[in-house]
């Protein structure tokens, strides 16, 4: 049941994003003048150029066109290389998978345990550095991270190349980039989650009952630390893809990040608007299985919902 | 008096001290000192901020904080404070159990009652297998009256009521079979008739069990039926310790005696007919109104009733009592009043003034909590003025000197004009909500628990200042409440509520005279303290020695 309606939502919410690219390209000006000079293209071709892709008839005719165009797939051809945006995009989507799911790793595996940490010392020494390391790290700007590591790693100790893709030695400083950004962000959520989850009345009744520190901390502390992680962390993979916009293009990856800017320079109307479609699409999609976590981790929102 | 006077202590407290530490350590306990025979009930009594609870925690080093301790704690023949991390825990597993204010918040709210058990169990039995355990967690279960304790191991927390919760805490503090078992303020998030039945629990399990209990709380009417010694703590110091009859029949510190007489519950015989004359304020006729958790149920019709058929009539100048258990509808039916909430159906009518220069009466609301319901960045003066401002008082000084007269009429100094409501007690912040209400000179106030945040010595002044409101201006007062002593003190008109019904509306004299409705009649009998003001009370003759402050 609750699935059944987390997906109609969804699907509201789908349908919502691809009318709002299209106000959006539409409310822009004509869509066509964007593409050709007027001044170096006849009457004659710009009107074959509407008849083909369905810019002729009332906004109302329009929409449904692009609607039913979309909903079979069709999104138009990219005036950058003359292909299928679809294609053109898709074929970027696993280096930015590959960026952002690493990424994720990288924050996850780093801010866990270090904001934990930082908890558990909270105002000592250990909890002063972490939370200074962490003002630095998320006040930075992400490309600067980024040509400090093809400085040190590249150019000083040329261990790692500072550019392309393909082999795990380019991967390393591109995630390290985005993920410690995104860690140090990250620790400062776990350590405050962390620290209210120490302070609830069940831990005290817990280290009442006499159990171990260590079990208190697995079973009573994180569990209740969980909740709001889980809320906090999809927003911040999606925060990813913008910034692999500009680390992307840092070190030359060649993921969706770096797509957008290109088509935004080159006026590629069709491949920006897949683009915002499957991010779009991404954060429904992840936003939903949130929910569905959520509700598996807080048995009061499974109820609140099942009855 | 005392024949146990040579019995073994089982918790012995000497010279307890404990400070915030810092550079300038703030003393928060000094110089207390106690003892508790085996056996023994220990009631330590005292208001918010007095030290209580600070005491009960450094009894198992359960402070929030790393404090300047002095003294000594010797529990079971352990000195706690001295005790290694591993001799701690061994201790809090076998020597103490403890149970806390609000059992909701004291459950792992996102794990079963099972696993909570099944884990404590695991404490006491490393190599039993995952069957015994379970089986050992619905005896324990069984053990505190819990129905169908199989069935509640696989449920959360949020799925029981408060005094079931409070139960299955109990039966988890009493798993190790501990010597002394720590109450911190019990059933203060209960309901007046689960109170009685945790309390009774408690008492049950002393018995069985030659448990000791140390009873921290703030209501004195518990501790007059059930405890066997008392301890009077006031700002962080022992003022009086001695034998239930000793201390309740003459106590002998001034502040013990000030807090007595604040809990005493006398009978009333106030002649209330005069008052049913005059005309409405306030009326209630036939007011439904139900709420549904969504729409589907909405549909399907299952909600929760909060008023069903509702009528009652609050006169002018009349105290109104509107008494009930949580989840009766008593608020919704304030909210309603104010126009918060609409009613599904009936009406609800606020009548004109007996001059009829005005159409309708002028209502103002007095909140539950007076700190929330106050601005905390603002001077407590900018608040009431802000108010008078909002409805055309141009004039300063005008303002000026009718805050200052009203301010004088609830009973507190001008000097809390310059304060922050931070910097103000719980009884000043709640007569400042109290004043800023009265600004606007309404013939009708709604207060809704208004003392429920405040200790009794407070109360009594909070009673006084409506007493006199009532008397010098004539205003009618509705008061929610759920503690019947607050009815007695000062209501002419009770109206009880259960499920949204009104099972009772009978002038406060006719209250107890024994032929009310069996739920109100439950209500009062479980009042604490009841049973000592009726007849003179027999404490328990075992317990604790008293020791005179110093050891």
Redesign the interface.
């Known amino acids: 049941m609750l699935l059944i309606s987390r997906l109609l939502r969804a699907v509201v919410s789908l349908w919502v994003i691809v009318t709002l690219v299209f106000v959006a390209l539409r409310a822009t000006g004509d869509p066509i003048l964007a593409i050709f000079n007027p001044d170096d293209t006849t009457q004659a071709a710009l009107d074959a150029y509407r008849e083909q892709w369905g810019y002729t008839g009332t906004i109302l005719q329009q929409y449904l066109t692009y609607v039913s165009n979309v909903f079979h797939g069709t999104f138009g051809i990219s005036n950058m290389s003359n292909r299928d945006a679809l294609e053109v995009v898709l074929e970027r989507l696993p280096a930015t998978l590959q960026l952002v799911g690493c990424s994720a790793l990288v924050m996850i595996l780093v801010g866990l345990p270090v904001g934990a940490f930082a908890a558990l010392d909270n105002g000592g020494r250990l909890d002063r550095t972490i939370m200074s390391l962490s003002t630095v790290g998320f006040a930075l700007p992400n490309f600067v991270l980024g040509l400090a590591l093809i400085l040190l790693l590249s150019v000083n100790l040329r261990i790692l190349p500072s550019n392309g893709y393909g082999s795990i030695q380019n991967l390393i400083m591109p995630v390290l980039t985005i993920g410690l950004a995104k860690a140090a962000i990250f620790t400062r959520f776990v350590r405050s989650a962390v620290l209210d989850a120490l302070r609830l009345t069940c831990v005290t009744s817990a280290r009442a009952r006499g159990l171990s520190e260590f079990r208190i901390f697995t079973h009573h502390v994180i569990p209740n630390a969980l909740l709001p992680l889980v809320t906090i962390t999809p927003l911040l993979v999606g925060s990813m893809i913008a910034a692999g916009s500009v680390v992307e293009s840092v070190f030359g990856w060649p993921g969706v990040g770096r797509l957008i800017v290109d088509s935004v320079a080159q006026r590629d109307l069709a491949v920006l608007q897949v683009i915002i479609m499957m991010v779009a699409f991404l954060m429904i999609a992840t936003n939903l299985i949130v929910d569905l976590a959520y509700a598996k981790l807080d048995p009061r929102t499974a109820l609140a919902h099942s009855h | 008096m005392n024949p146990d006077r040579f019995a073994e202590p089982v918790c012995r407290v000497e010279n307890l001290g404990i400070a915030l530490g810092g550079d300038h350590p703030i003393p928060l306990v000094e110089d207390v000192s106690f003892e508790i025979t085996r056996g023994g009930y220990f009631a330590l009594v005292g208001e918010s901020g007095s030290g209580k609870s600070i005491t009960c925690h450094s009894m198992?080093r359960?402070l929030?904080f790393k404090p300047e301790f002095r003294g000594r704690i010797v529990i079971d023949g352990q000195d706690v404070w001295s005790l290694t991390a591993r001799q701690l825990?061994?201790?809090?597993?076998?020597s103490?159990?403890?149970v806390?204010q609000?059992p909701l918040?004291?459950?792992?709210?996102?794990?079963t009652i099972g696993s909570q058990l099944l884990?404590?169990l695991r404490?006491y039995y490393p190599s039993a297998r995952h069957d015994e355990l379970r089986t050992r967690a619905i005896e324990a279960l069984k053990g505190v009256h819990i129905p169908m304790p199989e069935q509640r191991l696989e449920i959360?927390p949020?799925?029981l009521s408060g005094g079931l919760n409070q139960r299955v805490?109990i039966a988890?503090?009493m798993?190790?079979e501990p010597a002394l078992l720590i109450a911190d303020e019990p059933t203060t998030a209960l309901d007046m008739s689960v109170q009685a039945e945790v309390l009774d629990l408690i008492d049950e399990m002393r018995r069985q069990n030659n448990l000791t209990v140390l009873l921290v709380t703030h209501d004195l009417g518990i501790v007059r039926d059930r405890a066997t010694h008392i301890a009077v703590m006031h700002k962080g110091r022992l003022v009086e310790q001695g034998s239930t009859a000793a201390v309740v029949g003459a106590p002998k510190a001034d502040y013990s005696r000030e807090l007595f007489a604040a809990a005493n519950v006398e009978w009333p015989a106030r002649e209330t007919s005069a008052l049913r004359q005059k005309p409405f304020a306030l009326s209630f006729e036939n007011v439904n109104k139900t709420f549904y958790?969504s729409s589907r149920d909405r549909k399907a019709d299952i909600g929760v009733p909060a008023a069903k058929a509702m009528s009652f009539a609050v006169h002018q100048g009349e105290i109104v009592a509107l008494v009930g258990e949580s989840g009766s509808g008593k608020t919704t039916a304030a909210k309603m009043a104010m126009g918060l909430v609409t009613p599904d159906s009936g009406t609800i009518k606020l009548h004109a003034s007996a001059g009829g220069e005005k159409s309708k009466l002028n209502v103002q609301m007095v909140f539950q909590h007076p700190r929330d319901s106050l601005d905390p960045l603002m001077k407590v003066g900018d608040q009431l003025h802000e108010v008078l401002k909002v409805h055309g008082w141009r004039d300063a000084e005008a303002r000026r000197s009718h805050i200052a007269q009203i301010i004088q009429d609830v009973g507190l100094g001008a000097h809390v004009l310059e304060r922050r409501p931070t910097f103000l007690s719980g009884g000043e912040a709640q007569r400042v909500v109290i004043a800023r209400a009265l600004l606007l000179k309404p013939d009708m106030l709604i207060a809704d628990e208004p003392l429920s945040a405040v200790d009794v010595r407070i109360q009594k002044h909070i009673l006084d200042c409506f007493q006199r409101l009532r008397e010098r201006l004539g205003i009618a007062i509705l008061l929610i409440t759920h503690d019947l002593r607050v009815v007695f003190e000062i209501a002419d008109q009770v109206v009880v509520l259960r499920h949204g019904e009104v099972i009772e509306d009978v002038p406060v004299s006719l209250f107890t005279d024994g032929k009310r409705h069996e739920y109100t009649q439950m209500l009062i009998d479980a009042m604490p303290g009841k049973a000592a003001s009726e007849q003179a009370h027999d404490p328990g003759h075992e317990g604790a020695v008293a020791t005179g402050g110093r050891i």
């Open positions: 198992m359960l929030p825990m061994q201790f809090r597993r076998k103490v159990g403890m806390f609000d918040a004291a459950l792992n709210p996102v794990r884990e404590t404490l959360y949020h799925q805490m988890l503090a798993l190790g958790a």
